[in-house]
């Protein structure tokens, strides 16, 4: 696909991607969520012969399709499964702390969409994570999140 790319690009043409892997970072992740991921996505995607940890593997395959000329990034953001607020253990708040509140919870309703949008598909389960208690304790205990990565690769030219 990368070299596809390549060859409809100009020199200096920029691809820009977003990329999620389908786990959350390892550190984060407990046993609840590592079973329903294993479950009901995992073997899904081997059957489909898909890569479970696209981010690893990508700037690689740039490189390799001359795609990380310069000028070429890789950002990262990171958003929590579950955000600490929805625990509804809430103190005295002011503007600041709703503020980041508000903007911690709407990055993990996005990060859910994109998460939705690049695997949802190769789900088997008739309820997401999210909607599994279990899962959703387990994610507020761990501090369970996902980090996603905004690419721009330059053509070389």
């Known amino acids: ?16 991607l977003t990329l999620i892997d389908p786990m959350p970072v390892s550190s984060s992740l407990g ?9 009901h996505l995992l073997l899904n995607l081997e059957k489909n012969f898909r890569c479970v940890n696209p981010s690893k ?19 990262t953001a990171k958003f929590w499964a579950v955000p600490p607020g929805r625990s509804g253990a809430r103190g005295t708040p002011d503007a600041r702390s709703d503020d980041r509140s508000i903007m ?6 996005v990060g859910r969409m994109l998460w ?14 999210w909607e599994e208690p279990e899962c959703v304790k387990e994610c507020l205990q761990l501090g369970t999140h996902w980090e996603y990565y905004l690419i721009e690769g330059v053509k070389e030219g």
Not at 104 to 109: H, K, P, S, T, V
Not at 121 to 129: D, E, K, L, N, T
């Open 57 to 75: 593997l990508f700037p690689h395959w740039l490189a390799e399709s001359h795609l990380r000329g310069q000028g070429s990034t890789i950002s």
């Open 1 to 16: 696909m990368l070299k596809g790319v390549h060859r409809s690009l100009m020199p200096e043409g920029t691809l820009h």
């Open 31 to 39: 046993p609840h969520m590592r079973t329903w991921i294993e479950k």
């Open 116 to 129: 939705t949008e690049a695997w949802g598909m190769y789900v088997g389960a008739q309820r997401w994570w």
């Open 104 to 109: 911690m919870e709407l990055r993990g309703a």
